[in-house]
């Protein structure tokens, strides 16, 4: 899978987790890669990173949850070279049920997971049919097709993503352009250890072990995973899939109870 060189990605919530894993991964195959975060610090971290390996990259603040930054953002780097693929990564969680999510809850779920994803794709949307080709690759759950207890608001935004890249993959087939999605299960990224942390003090190492239980294969998967695939389904070789989304879920989805 080598065919990303010469190729120009934008990664949303590259600065950690499965955003920087994708970003390293594309950069190693020649990508050069935008880093779109809202932590500028661990965009610029993940930058060095990659240009320690003689890639390529340059990191942006953006909120994509604010239209008109995400806007500047794109065409300050379309009018360098055009974006041939645009990965959306970036999102924000959210634990609870109908009952104890609150409309703040709901507003902010909605404003980064689902209007987050279609600012970017509609800030990029319109380059890619003027050149005839691109890909977009947006990343969704598990959550999107099967109930999780206690994810209301976030299988709300997640089941939009899923749907949103069933609607962009079809509009646009004739245009050259290809959009699928890719459903994880829990992936060991900052953000899981985090939450133990703070939910679980002193009992960390317990409740890692009982979380990845959790999986039918046994264990959480790793951001690196993630990247593998998501370097696939954005590269040439990977031309004729579209409007697919793919669990990568350790067999939960199939496979749990």
Same mark, same amino acid.
């Given at each position: 899978?080598?065919?990303?060189?010469?190729?120009?990605?934008?990664?949303?919530?590259?600065?950690?987790g499965?955003?920087?894993?994708?970003a390293?991964?594309f /950069?190693?195959?020649s990508?050069?890669?935008?880093?779109?975060?809202?932590?500028?610090?661990?965009?610029?971290?993940t930058?060095?990173?990659?240009?320690?390996?003689?890639?390529?990259g340059?990191?942006?603040l953006?909120?994509?949850?604010?239209?008109?930054e995400?806007i500047n953002v794109?065409?300050?780097?379309?009018?360098?070279? @055009?974006v041939?693929? %645009?990965?959306?990564?970036?999102?924000?969680a959210?634990?609870?049920?109908?009952?104890?999510?609150?409309?703040?809850?709901?507003?902010?779920?909605?404003?980064v997971?689902?209007k987050?994803?279609?600012?970017?794709?509609?800030a990029?949307?319109?380059?890619?049919?003027?050149?005839?080709?691109?890909?977009? %690759?947006?990343m /969704?759950?598990?959550a999107?097709?099967?109930?999780?207890s206690d994810?209301f /608001?976030?299988?709300?935004?997640?089941?939009a993503?899923?749907?949103?890249?069933?609607?962009?993959?079809?509009?646009?087939?004739?245009?050259?352009?290809r !959009?699928? !999605?890719?459903? @994880?299960a829990?992936?060991h990224? @900052?953000?899981?250890?985090?939450?133990?942390?703070?939910n679980?003090?002193?009992k960390?190492?317990?409740?890692?072990?009982?979380l990845?239980?959790?999986q @039918?294969?046994?264990?959480?998967?790793?951001p690196?995973?993630? /990247?593998?695939?998501a370097?696939?389904?954005?590269s040439d070789?990977?031309s004729?899939?579209?409007?697919?989304?793919?669990?990568?879920?350790?067999?939960?989805?199939?496979l749990?109870?």
């Amino acid at each position: 899978m080598t065919r990303l060189k010469n190729k120009v990605a934008v990664i949303t919530g590259g600065g950690s987790g499965i955003g920087k894993a994708i970003a390293l991964k594309f /950069a190693a195959k020649s990508c050069f890669v935008h880093i779109l975060d809202k932590n500028i610090d661990e965009a610029r971290e993940t930058v060095r990173e990659i240009s320690e390996t003689r890639g390529e990259g340059e990191a942006h603040l953006c909120d994509v949850s604010n239209q008109e930054e995400v806007i500047n953002v794109f065409k300050a780097i379309s009018d360098v070279h @055009p974006v041939d693929i %645009l990965v959306n990564n970036a999102g924000i969680a959210h634990v609870g049920n109908l009952e104890n999510t609150t409309e703040e809850n709901m507003d902010l779920l909605y404003s980064v997971n689902v209007k987050g994803v279609y600012n970017c794709m509609h800030a990029a949307i319109g380059g890619m049919v003027k050149n005839g080709s691109g890909v977009i %690759l947006n990343m /969704a759950s598990i959550a999107s097709t099967v109930g999780i207890s206690d994810r209301f /608001a976030y299988s709300m935004t997640k089941g939009a993503v899923l749907t949103m890249t069933y609607s962009v993959a079809k509009d646009y087939i004739g245009k050259g352009i290809r !959009c699928n !999605c890719i459903s @994880p299960a829990r992936i060991h990224t @900052p953000f899981v250890d985090g939450f133990i942390k703070k939910n679980y003090p002193g009992k960390e190492k317990e409740m890692f072990e009982a979380l990845s239980k959790t999986q @039918p294969i046994g264990r959480m998967g790793e951001p690196e995973e993630v /990247a593998s695939l998501a370097l696939f389904l954005c590269s040439d070789e990977a031309s004729f899939i579209t409007g697919t989304d793919y669990p990568l879920d350790g067999g939960f989805i199939r496979l749990n109870g």
